[in-house]
Nanobody, 116 residues
Framework: QVQLVESGGGLVQPGGSLRLSCAAS????????MRWYRQAPGKEREMVAH????????NYLDSVKGRFTISRDNAKNTMYLQMNSLKPEDTAVYYC?????????WGQGTQVTVSS
């Protein structure tokens, strides 16, 4: 049974930090490109960052470059998103995604709220 479980979301003040985790099970994690997406109320889901299966290649949404860092630990079947200098516009539900060929898996999401 494939599972992606996000954790680490919460309420944080502007300028603060959060670290999201995505724990994977039920598939060969190290073979999949992994991505973080987010969806704010009334907006379409957008890709925040992705990381290659080996972790060497990463890419980011322009608005989070220099503030967010995606990483993965294939030994622990876990992906991370370190979010620094958070802004109110980062408020959204954050989802992790695993994709390889026709296989496309999603987590249930974790809420991140940036507010004073």
């Amino acid at each position: 049974q494939v599972q992606l479980v996000e954790s680490g979301g919460g309420l944080v003040q502007p300028g603060g930090s959060l670290r999201l985790s995505c724990a994977a099970s039920g598939f060969t994690f190290s073979s999949y490109i992994m991505r973080w997406y987010r969806q704010a109320p009334g907006k379409e889901r957008e890709m925040v960052a992705h990381i290659s299966n080996g972790g060497l290649n990463t890419n980011y949404l322009d608005s989070v470059k220099g503030r967010f860092t995606i990483s993965r630990d294939n030994a622990k079947n876990t992906m991370y998103l370190q979010m620094n200098s958070l802004k109110p516009e980062d408020t959204a539900v954050y989802y992790c995604n695993a994709r390889r060929w026709a296989f496309d898996y999603w987590g249930q999401g974790t809420q991140v709220t940036v507010s004073s």
